[in-house]
């Protein structure tokens, strides 16, 4: 289920303002990569151009390749909402659907991308989704309730599990702990844990203890200077990152000296 994407030479525009510039990384499967650097060098725009989520502002358009399994997703006819059913995207702010119960909000996804199926095969993805999110034991006993009656970071793990009822092969989480308490933020890193055995994973975090924490690999985005894209400065293992990074720019941030 899992999938390689590779970036080439990518540049992100907002109409004509280049906000990031020519990244090139290969993010793997089954593992988790970390984006980190300070705020506005372009972490959360990179991330949201790997499923397009991006173009949904007027304007916003690439230059460069985003491939994950052979195709890329900005070629001539590729639609962006199969994009998005292959990448999934958690954001910084849990979002249940308000109106909606456990259940239903587990189920919308596949509803909304017109997949028909029996009442006993929703009810078995449900369970195997909230499952997969680690929420099925606190609340297969009220399905039936509004998802926002919730806590903060269960309804974190709800909205995780939808993203993975529709089986993508890629999460993005834009920051998905910064408004969780830290028991909550534990839940979240220990789930996503267990979910890079089947999925690729990529991360925004501010949080250097949860970069080093959960991820794999580290990428830390810098901008080039007052007005200017942002860019990744280095990627490697986040041990190294950590320990002994390449690029003096980098040590100066995870050790606060900046940003």
């Not at 499952?131 to 309730?145: I, S």
């Not at 975090?205 to 830390?220: G, I, L, P």
Request: proline share 5%.
């Amino acid at each position: 289920m899992a999938k390689l994407i590779d970036v080439s030479d990518l540049n992100i525009y907002y109409g004509d303002f280049l906000a990031v510039e020519s990244v090139s990384m290969t993010i793997e499967p089954r593992a988790v990569t970390a984006l980190i650097g300070p705020s506005g060098c372009g972490k959360s725009t990179f991330l949201r151009s790997l499923n397009r989520m991006h173009e949904v502002i007027p304007g916003a358009h690439v230059q460069g390749k985003v491939v994950m399994d052979g195709q890329d997703l900005y070629g001539a006819g590729v639609d962006p909402v199969t994009v998005r059913r292959h990448i999934g995207m958690v954001f910084q702010r849990p979002n249940p659907f308000p109106t909606m119960s456990i259940y239903e909000n587990v189920a919308a996804g596949v509803r909304l991308n017109a997949k028909r199926m029996k009442k006993s095969d929703l009810d078995d993805l449900v369970e195997k989704s909230l499952r997969g999110a680690n929420l099925w034991a606190e609340v297969k006993d009220r399905l039936n309730r509004p998802g926002s009656g919730l806590s903060g970071g269960q309804q974190q793990r709800l909205c995780i599990a939808r993203a993975i009822a529709i089986q993508p092969s890629v999460l993005l989480m834009d920051e998905p702990c910064s408004a969780l308490d830290p028991i909550s933020t534990l839940a979240v890193e220990d789930l996503i844990e267990q979910l890079k055995s089947e999925y690729t994973i990529v991360i925004v975090t501010h949080n250097m203890q949860q970069a080093a924490r959960v991820s794999d690999k580290t990428a830390f985005f810098n901008l080039a200077g007052v007005g200017k894209p942002g860019k990744v400065v280095e990627m490697d293992d986040t041990t190294t990152i950590f320990s002994n990074p390449s690029q003096k720019a980098t040590e100066d941030y995870i050790s606060g000296r900046f940003g």
